[in-house]
């Protein structure tokens, strides 16, 4: 099982997770200008930045069930799941030391959908644990 990373930007996107909290849904998902015919079965993290200073969170997590490809000038597929976990309020993760070089190691999150080394994964599983989250993704294959 691999993980990955989106970055949701509010600006970009034009809505905040703030705006959306307690809808609830069973299904969770993003949307990406890269290919996702291999993410089935995978983790995809979810982080939002907002505001000024920029204000980083962490969202969600989801284990890919399908894709379907979209007609969209900027993207190219929308990936989803109903396997997942919404962390309520967004986790603050801008000021620990790891994020860093998280954010940098992504190009400042333009790369789009990327690939997380194990250590990433764990950064982000300890993040959750510590808000007191105990719903977290498998990390084995």
């Known amino acids: ?3 990955f990373l989106v970055y949701h930007s509010v600006e970009k996107m034009g809505y905040s997770f703030r705006d959306e909290e307690g809808q609830g849904s069973d299904t969770c998902s993003i949307v990406t200008g890269k290919k996702a015919d291999k993410l089935k079965k995978n983790v995809i993290w979810v982080i939002s ?3 000024k200073p920029m204000c980083y969170r962490l969202e969600y997590w989801f284990i890919v069930k399908d894709y379907k490809e979209i007609t969209d000038p900027e993207f190219r597929s929308e990936v989803y799941g109903t396997v997942g976990h919404t ?3 967004g986790i603050p993760i801008g000021s620990l030391p790891w994020f860093r070089p998280l954010r940098e190691r992504m190009a400042n999150f333009s790369l789009g959908l990327s690939s997380l080394t194990d250590s990433e994964v764990n ?3 300890d993040v ?3 808000a007191g989250f105990t719903t977290l993704p498998p990390t084995d294959a």
């Open 1 to 3: 099982m691999k993980h």
């Open 128 to 130: 959750a644990t510590a």
């Open 123 to 125: 950064n982000f599983r």
């Open 87 to 89: 962390f309520s309020g």
């Open 49 to 51: 930045g907002e505001g």
